[in-house]
């Protein structure tokens, strides 16, 4: 067998493991009773533990070296260093790290679920203050292993190849263009009329299920539950949706879950000749957050599918002049100055992305102690968007991310919604019928081009090669702003 065959082999049983782990987060999150905690701590320790054996194993470092001298055509070359990334990553990090922080993340998470709806920051400082201990020694092992600066290491875990540079090129130049347009938005929009409820859950229920089925999303392989979070999880062929509903309001749910399957969608059509190996994988956070953000921003709160959408809600929940048109578009394209991340416009949630961003760096290069987040955090909310929150629920306690060790995601969201206004205008341009079918609720023309130019090729090429291929240039804050602009002129 060639060492690049083997290589295959010890990678499909990396994908099986990590998998694993993916369903027991997914029950984490929906069905995990709360005395669960501590075991499943102990499951995803040694599931992480047995998935950092195979990637730093000698015998793994052996066959990547041989394997590079071997006859391969481009998708195992790829491969290959997809491979290669994820064994130097590993080898940087001490198997008792790569446990003890599964442990704490575990535990991090699970003590944000009981300390968020208390509002009682100081129950999860000592927690989170052991993540982002070992966050930066993570980080700093990373850095050093891979030539990076520790929180570019960070970076690196979300969306290989992205450095603080680029990440500041986009976020400083939307810091200073979009608080006028928040202030020439809110200016002209029009009056906000809110549909009477209240709206049956199960009626929701069954309408987000029948637009997931308009975008392609397949129930065989695949589920839609509710958690705290919306997130979407799983493994390819068992993709796993989650969303939260209020009998008050059918609105925030049914783009959650548009969202949601715009992650869901990505997943289910990468290449499925290469699903078990790191090339099968999506190409990072940032491409992933296109997806759903395209689905969700670019297509779904556009003119064209709201006019679609109305008559369904009127249908399903009765006449009232919020699901006309003219009231869809009012709610949808509605800008505030907020203080709930997920629950922020367009325009305004960059700005949230930018005071998580700007915090977690100085929380990872130690110019900002746990203890000073929710005090820190207030002032970041003042100086971007003008608001302070009265609690820590509706600030520093309102994210999963941190307590569950992801920073670096946070840019992730910004640069999606950069990335999926470049993508749209080229699918438009590509497919020109693509406006005419969502007005119809149809999915094919814009689905089809992103599974032919997105999700089909994986990791097969660098980020910014694969925009390239796609859009004709790299990526740029060009086509958001012009699409913000356009939408809120």
């Not at 995990?32 to 701590?41: D, E, F, I, W």
């Not at 092992?141 to 891979?146: I, K």
């Given at each position: 067998m060639s060492a690049y065959a083997t290589l295959e082999r010890r990678f499909k049983r990396l994908f099986d493991i990590e998998g694993a782990a993916a369903i027991l987060n997914w029950d984490q999150a929906v069905m995990?009773?709360?005395?669960?905690?501590?075991?499943?701590?102990?499951?995803?320790?040694?599931?992480?533990?047995l998935a950092h054996e195979i990637l730093t194993a000698p015998e793994t470092e052996d066959a990547i070296g041989q394997a590079g001298g071997e006859a391969l055509d481009d998708w195992q070359r790829a491969n290959l260093r997809e491979m290669d990334l994820r064994h130097r990553r590993a080898t940087a990090l001490p198997g008792d790290l790569v446990e003890s922080l599964a442990r704490a993340t575990t535990l991090c998470e699970m003590a944000w679920r009981e300390a968020r709806p208390r509002d009682d920051f100081q129950a999860?400082?000592?927690?989170?203050?052991?993540?982002?201990?070992?966050?930066?020694?993570?980080?700093?092992?990373?850095?050093?292993?891979?030539?990076?600066?520790?929180?570019?290491?960070?970076?690196?875990?979300?969306?290989p190849g992205l450095k603080r540079p680029a990440v500041d090129a986009v976020l400083d130049l939307l810091a200073e263009a979009l608080p006028p347009r928040v202030e020439a938005a809110m200016a002209r929009q029009a009056p906000l009329v809110r549909a009477a409820g209240p709206f049956p859950v199960d009626r929701q229920r069954a309408l987000v299920r029948d637009?997931?089925?308009?975008?392609?999303?397949?129930?065989?392989?695949?589920?839609?539950?509710?958690?705290?979070?919306?997130?979407?999880?799983?493994?390819?062929?068992?993709?796993?949706?989650?969303?939260?509903?209020?009998?008050?309001?059918?609105?925030?749910?049914?783009?959650?879950?548009?969202?949601?399957?715009?992650?869901?969608?990505?997943?289910?059509?990468?290449?499925?000749?290469?699903?078990?190996?790191?090339?099968?994988?999506?190409?990072?956070?940032?491409?992933?957050?296109?997806?759903?953000?395209?689905?969700?921003?670019?297509?779904?709160?556009?003119?064209?599918?709201?006019?679609?959408?109305?008559?369904?809600?009127?249908?399903?929940?009765?006449?009232?002049?919020?699901?006309?048109?003219?009231?869809?578009?009012?709610?949808?394209?509605?800008?505030?100055?907020?203080?709930?991340?997920?629950?922020?416009d367009e325009i305004t949630y960059p700005l949230h992305v930018i005071l998580r961003y700007r915090l977690e760096r100085a929380l990872i290069d130690g110019g900002l102690a746990v203890r000073d987040l929710p005090g820190a955090w207030r002032d970041g909310m003042r100086g971007l968007l003008g608001v302070t929150p009265d609690t820590d629920r509706e600030g520093c306690l309102q994210d999963i991310h941190w307590p569950t060790g992801a920073f670096?995601?946070?840019?992730?969201?910004?640069?999606?919604?950069?990335?999926?206004?470049?993508?749209?205008?080229?699918?438009?341009?590509?497919?020109?019928?693509?406006?005419?079918?969502?007005?119809?609720?149809?999915?094919?023309?814009?689905?089809?081009?992103?599974?032919?130019?997105?999700?089909?090729?994986?990791?097969?090429?660098?980020?910014?090669?694969?925009?390239?291929?796609?859009?004709?240039?790299?990526l740029s804050a060009d086509d958001f702003l012009a699409h913000l602009d356009e939408r809120y002129a």
């Open positions: 995990m009773p709360k005395g669960g905690n501590a075991p499943r701590g102990e499951q995803t320790a040694t599931l992480a533990g999860l400082r000592p927690r989170l203050e052991e993540v982002v201990r070992l966050v930066r020694a993570q980080a700093a092992a990373l850095g050093e292993r891979l030539g990076l600066d520790p929180y570019d290491a960070l970076l690196d875990l979300f969306q637009m997931m089925r308009r975008l392609g999303f397949d129930f065989d392989h695949g589920r839609l539950d509710e958690s705290a979070h919306p997130f979407c999880g799983g493994v390819p062929g068992d993709v796993r949706i989650t969303t939260r509903y209020r009998d008050d309001d059918v609105t925030g749910a049914l783009m959650g879950v548009l969202h949601e399957t715009g992650h869901a969608l990505y997943e289910g059509n990468l290449p499925p000749d290469w699903r078990a190996q790191p090339v099968g994988a999506a190409r990072g956070m940032t491409v992933h957050e296109s997806q759903s953000l395209l689905v969700e921003m670019q297509a779904c709160r556009g003119r064209a599918f709201l006019a679609y959408l109305s008559p369904l809600l009127q249908a399903r929940f009765g006449p009232d002049p919020a699901f006309e048109p003219a009231g869809l578009t009012a709610f949808y394209h509605r800008v505030e100055r907020g203080l709930i991340r997920v629950d922020a670096g995601y946070f840019p992730s969201y910004t640069l999606g919604a950069v990335l999926a206004a470049q993508l749209f205008k080229a699918a438009k341009l590509a497919r020109p019928s693509i406006p005419d079918e969502l007005v119809e609720g149809r999915f094919d023309g814009l689905m089809g081009w992103l599974k032919a130019e997105i999700h089909a090729k994986g990791s097969l090429l660098p980020m910014d090669d694969l925009i390239v291929a796609a859009t004709g240039k790299p």
